[in-house]
């Protein structure tokens, strides 16, 4: 089973834009996989609610409702260092990526790390294969 593990922006992304992720993944992944968020991500979206712009902080709400509701599981970290740092730490090629940063995009494909991407705000494209 593989891991894919969501972004802040993809995340919050997606709410906005309103794509509907969870279909979306059960499109493109021909395979059994697990949803999770880095613990420090968790920081990240209450930091949107508190200084984000309106639209990003309706998006960073939904995604703690998810989380909290269980449908995303949670990976533990010792929190140190940016979430994307983290992310690149705990990605293997059991694991998929969902994000919107270009950096960290270019970072995961040098380590031939699967990424999944938002495209014309309507739908998701797994790059990578």
């Known amino acids: 089973m593989k891991t894919i593990i ?13 794509v509907d992720f969870f279909t979306e993944l059960q499109r493109i992944c021909d395979f059994k996989y697990q ?27 939904l995604a703690k409702q998810l989380i909290a509701k269980g449908r995303i599981s949670i990976i533990k970290t010792d929190k140190k260092g940016h979430t994307d740092a983290l992310i690149l730490k705990h990605a293997t090629k059991d694991t998929i990526v969902a994000t919107q940063d270009q950096a960290l995009k270019r970072k995961l494909k040098e380590k031939r790390i699967q990424v999944i991407v938002i495209r014309q705000k309507k739908y998701l494209e797994l790059i990578g294969r």
Not at 8 to 15: A, I, P
Not at 37 to 59: F, S
Request: proline share 0%; charged share 35%; with cysteine.
């Open 6 to 18: 969501l972004d802040t922006n993809f995340l919050v992304d997606c709410l906005n834009w309103k």
């Open 35 to 61: 949803l999770a968020v880095i613990d420090k991500m968790i920081d990240e979206l209450d930091t949107v609610i508190k200084e984000g712009k309106q639209t990003e902080k309706i998006g960073a709400r």
